[in-house]
């Protein structure tokens, strides 16, 4: 059950995925508020590299968890490499396994997980791996017109305000990082996130968007971004509230867009160190399967 519960949470990331790959292909015009600009004007560099800073509060705890994070990501190529520190996390020394260190490799649409700490819950195996495609088709999700485009980095996080609909707020000038920029607000209503896509992808959109709603509650997604002179997105930062019925959680999360350039090729891991749970995840998702 407990991987099954880790799986059905890359479940909801790939929702998250889905939903700014079909946002980002919106192109950018005249007309777009500053922030989708430079929602476009990101995605169309070579790569870039972030640091992410994450806090996270539940209902089984009286404190907050710290992870962090660092890597690259690159939409033109769909892919990236991520790796979360959860050295953190209460217990989790007890598991063993040396490195506390969760690696994600990612080559839309396929993602590998690396975690040592997991031990012997991959029979033996160094990487798990999951083909988002195929998890959320289960789910009713048709990712068929959605291929062309990236979307699981974190930068994806910044298109869904293209369904800001008028409500962007400009908070100020700071400096991040040492670098001028504009900050914005806004705070986006999930369910308007489809009316701000091609007609095409809205019913692909309705769906991804309905597991986020289903796995956790969550309607609204509250975002500051902070846009340097060159039209580039210097850091995102957002808190959501997912609710399940252990209570509810709370999640912060600022991502830094440290540097931009070419990011190095990612390889897939040797195919006999990889344990793949597509199948698993897809028949328990899709309601067929018998759990784990």
């Known amino acids: 059950m407990k991987m099954k519960k880790a799986l059905t949470a890359v479940t909801v990331t790939g929702a998250l995925g889905v939903t700014g790959v079909a946002l980002g292909g919106c192109g950018a015009t005249?007309?777009?508020?500053?922030?989708?600009?430079a929602a476009d004007t990101t995605a169309s560099l070579p790569g870039m590299q972030i640091a992410i800073d994450e806090t996270v509060k539940t209902p089984a705890s009286a404190q907050s968890i710290t992870l962090g994070g660092h890597g690259y990501v690159n939409e033109k190529q769909n892919d990236g490499v991520l790796v979360f520190d959860f050295s953190q996390i209460p217990g989790i020394s007890s598991l063993g396994g040396g490195s506390k260190n969760l690696t994600i490799e990612y080559t839309y649409p396929v993602l590998y997980l690396n975690a040592p700490f997991l031990g012997s819950g991959l029979g033996g195996k160094s990487w798990l791996k999951v083909n988002l495609n195929s998890v959320l088709s289960s789910s009713g999700v048709d990712l068929s017109s959605l291929q062309s485009e990236g979307g699981l980095d974190p930068s994806q996080y910044l298109n869904f305000l293209r369904a800001s609909s008028?409500?962007?707020?400009?908070?100020?000038?700071?400096?991040?990082?040492?670098?001028?920029?504009?900050?914005?607000?806004?705070?986006?209503?999930?369910?308007?996130?489809?009316?701000?896509?091609?007609?095409?992808q809205r019913a692909a959109v309705r769906s991804s968007i309905a597991i986020l709603e289903k796995e956790a509650n969550v309607k609204t997604f509250p975002v500051?971004?902070?846009?340097?002179?060159?039209?580039?997105?210097?850091?995102?930062?957002?808190?959501?509230?997912?609710?399940?019925?252990?209570?509810?959680?709370?999640?912060?999360?600022?991502?830094?867009?440290?540097?931009?350039?070419?990011?190095?090729?990612?390889?897939?891991?040797?195919?006999?160190?990889?344990?793949?749970?597509?199948?698993?995840?897809?028949?328990?998702?899709?309601?067929?399967?018998?759990?784990l």
Not at 30 to 37: E, G, I, K, S, W
């Open 166 to 200: 008028g409500g962007l707020q400009t908070v100020g000038t700071e400096t991040i990082d040492g670098v001028p920029t504009t900050h914005y607000h806004a705070v986006i209503q999930l369910g308007d996130v489809a009316d701000s896509v091609p007609s095409a």
């Open 30 to 37: 005249a007309d777009l508020d500053p922030v989708a600009q």
């Open 224 to 291: 500051d971004v902070w846009i340097d002179a060159n039209h580039r997105v210097r850091q995102i930062s957002f808190t959501i509230s997912p609710t399940t019925s252990a209570g509810t959680s709370t999640v912060s999360s600022t991502i830094d867009f440290t540097s931009f350039g070419p990011t190095p090729a990612v390889t897939p891991p040797p195919a006999g160190q990889v344990y793949d749970a597509t199948k698993l995840l897809a028949g328990a998702e899709g309601g067929s399967g018998s759990g």
